[in-house]
């Protein structure tokens, strides 16, 4: 038997320690908060997306009663900027929450969006910073692969390599 263990490096900022551009991109996220559509769960999620070209693409979650049927903050804002900016790459993406009590509870994009944003990572050819927001700082994790090590990656095979 062969013992592997994985490891993460992460960053834990206050928000007044944040690089001025990613705090401005959590404020964005946190503005779209404001947009979702949650007559369901009453959990507001905002994305921002910052792009190799500057732009700032939002997104949040939008909920449907036939539930699969919804999409998260994180899909939305990824599918909108590959739709209106196809050729340019994300750079970084920021998360914020608002739960139904009004407090700002940690999030983390969930599998599929993982997954997302990982094909969004190798289409566009740069590592992508992540920044979730939370009552204790915001976490920076620089790559998808922070969040999804044993990835399907796009040439369809895993990233699990069972002799590395």
């Known amino acids: ?18 690089p001025a551009g990613y705090a401005g991109l959590l404020a964005r996220a946190r503005e779209a908060t404001e947009n979702a559509y949650i007559p369901y769960s009453g959990f ?3 994305c921002a997306l910052l792009l190799a070209n500057g732009a700032v693409v939002t997104g949040s ?47 983390s994009p969930c599998g599929a969006c993982r997954q997302v944003l990982l094909e969004t990572e190798s289409r566009g050819g ?25 990835s399907f990656g796009t040439d369809y095979r895993s990233s699990f390599n069972p002799k590395g």
């Open 61 to 107: 979650n939008q909920e449907n009663v036939a539930y699969p049927s919804g999409l998260c903050a994180e899909r939305v804002a990824l599918f909108h900027a590959g739709h209106a900016y196809p050729h340019i790459p994300v750079l970084a993406i920021a998360i914020s929450a608002v739960a139904s009590d009004g407090s700002l509870p940690f999030v």
């Open 44 to 46: 507001r999620v905002g």
């Open 126 to 150: 740069k590592t992508i910073t992540i920044l979730l927001d939370g009552p204790e700082g915001v976490v920076r994790i620089d790559g998808v692969q922070g969040l999804l090590p044993f």
């Open 1 to 18: 038997m062969k013992e592997v263990s994985l490891s993460l490096d992460y960053h834990i900022y206050r928000l007044a320690e944040l």
